[in-house]
């Protein structure tokens, strides 16, 4: 009878929890009651099947088990007023996103009907995911997908490149911005005295002319070499050790407490 009892209330707490998912909670309801059972994939305002949300689950921990580096997914229907990166930090104080000891959590929050999201590192992951590599991510990774409708991919995806910054795999280039490829004042500078230099020379250097490309025709080619290498970044590229859905190991064993200092940055679509 015990025994009975117990598989009867397990089945009905995982019926509450799935149900809790299609909720139209508030963000204050949201960010006051962490799920129970803990779960790493949290869908209040149901963009995601639950194929979906199971597929998510299981990458996010085996991720959690094998490195302890927890990432939180929490899509809620609206911000009600509330600022997107102020929300995700207060879902991380609240729920103790990552370990106490390390802080090692992020917290990847979605509004759906405000279309805005956002990603924050706990203090642990703030070196592995600086504000300018969670800029990165969102833009080119998840806003493309989250444009065309697709949430699963964008936030899958997302994950995988979350996962591999704190892999030290995703690194963002030096001089990324949003509006693509960026060229410093201090290279436009440093460009303009080189052709000043080779000016000079290839004016008043009397005879010998046909030396070092001919000198004026160095200087197309140095000014070409700079602005090629200026428009090169890295970027996001291969699939990191934890994608695809499957089944993975048993159910995520909790949150520990983490701590969040306001690192990360936000996006809309």
Do not use: H
């Not at 809790?20 to 059972?37: A, C, D, M, R, Y």
């Not at 995703?170 to 490829?181: C, Q």
């Not at 990191?240 to 701590?259: E, M, Q």
């Amino acid at each position: 009878m015990k025994k009975f009892t117990f598989i009867l209330l397990l089945v009905f707490s995982t019926i509450i929890s799935f149900a809790q998912q299609g909720q139209n909670f508030s963000l204050e309801q949201v960010i006051k009651t962490p799920p129970n059972p803990p779960r790493l994939v949290n869908d209040y305002a149901n963009i995601l099947t639950g194929d979906q949300r199971q597929a998510l689950e299981a990458k996010l921990i085996r991720f959690n088990d094998s490195t302890s580096n927890q990432i939180l997914v929490v899509v809620v229907p609206r911000l009600d007023g509330m600022d997107v990166a102020d929300a995700a930090i207060e879902i991380g104080r609240a729920w103790g996103v990552g370990g106490k000891k390390n802080n090692n959590g992020v917290v990847l929050l979605i509004s759906a009907e405000d279309r805005k999201l956002n990603i924050s590192p706990g203090y642990g992951l703030e070196k592995s995911l600086p504000d300018l590599t969670c800029q990165q991510i969102i833009q080119n990774v998840i806003v493309p997908n989250f444009k065309g409708n697709d949430y699963y991919r964008g936030i899958d995806e997302g994950t995988d490149a979350i996962i591999q910054a704190t892999q030290g795999e995703y690194t963002a280039p030096a001089n990324y911005n949003k509006g693509g490829r960026s060229f410093g004042i201090g290279k436009i500078i440093f460009i303009v005295i080189i052709i000043i230099i080779f000016l000079s020379v290839s004016s008043g250097g009397g005879g010998g002319g046909g030396s070092f490309m001919s000198r004026r025709g160095a200087v197309p080619f140095i000014l070409g070499s700079l602005l090629g290498n200026a428009g090169r970044g890295g970027g996001f590229g291969g699939g990191g050790g934890f994608g695809g859905g499957g089944g993975g190991g048993g159910g995520f064993g909790g949150f520990g407490g983490g701590s969040f200092g306001g690192g990360g940055s936000s996006g809309s679509w």
